[in-house]
């Protein structure tokens, strides 16, 4: 177990409904990392968040959004759900900004229909 | 542009063999990279790491072996046992620190 925790475990939306997801980094760790999992490929980087702050940005659209809080928990929010949402939404927390271990929770399986 | 990509998408190895899983990368830039281990149902699991300054890094049952000539980097796992049946990627590094992941090797270990 890596103590980083995520909720819900598993969700169903509709077609141009809005999600939250919602991690818990592991203790000390000050760095979020989300990432989605389509099925049967890795993980694709979405964003980092770093004290609160946004610190990198993979290649999806603006209507995924996130927030850090002071407790580095973190949120992944995304509207107008698409199809193509459906996947496997992974958080991982690290130590640092620069620090490269990354730690994964066991995800948030989101069907949208 | 930056991938990181594996060889084959499903190995098959027999209990108690070794099991070698390779991986290829492109971005040259990349200097530290980690070896995942994902379970049905589970997020991946840190296996080992290895820095861009080293060519070998050994760990519990498994080692890493990096070729930044031809951008290569493999696991191999001594005594395959039957906890060892998972899908396994290897990540580089990327800017931000964000990690660029392949496809995956499922590994199968038969009895």
């Known amino acids: 177990e890596t103590g980083v925790t995520q909720s819900p475990t598993h969700l169903i939306k509709t077609r141009g409904q809005q999600v939250t997801l919602r991690c818990s980094s592991q203790?000390?760790?000050?760095?979020v990392s989300w990432y989605q999992q389509a099925l049967g490929q890795g993980p694709q980087f979405i964003f980092q968040?770093?004290?609160?702050?946004?610190?990198g940005r993979g290649n999806f659209p603006p209507r995924f959004s996130g927030l850090q809080f002071p407790n580095y928990s973190s949120e992944l929010n995304v509207n107008a759900l698409e199809l193509d949402d459906s996947a496997l939404y992974l958080c991982?927390?690290?130590?640092?900004?620069?620090?490269?271990?990354?730690?994964f929770g066991p995800g948030t399986r989101l069907l949208v229909l | 542009g930056e991938s990181v990509g594996l060889h084959l998408p499903t190995l098959s190895v027999q209990e108690g063999d070794n099991s070698i899983i390779n991986c290829a990368y492109s971005n040259s830039a990349s200097d530290y990279f980690i070896w995942y281990k994902q379970e049905s149902g589970k997020g991946p699991q840190f296996i080992i790491d290895?820095?861009?300054?080293?060519d070998k890094r050994q760990g519990q049952r498994v080692t890493v072996l990096l070729n930044k000539t031809v951008k290569h980097l493999s696991l191999q796992i001594a005594a395959t046992q039957p906890g060892d049946s998972a899908v396994y990627f290897c990540a580089g590094r990327g800017s931000w620190g964000k990690l660029q992941f392949g496809a995956g090797t499922q590994v199968v270990v038969t009895p």
């Open positions: 203790s000390g760790h000050n760095t």
């Open positions: 991982a927390s690290s130590p640092g900004r620069s620090q490269e271990t990354q730690y």
């Open positions: 290895i820095r861009s300054n080293m």
């Open positions: 968040y770093y004290r609160e702050e946004e610190n």
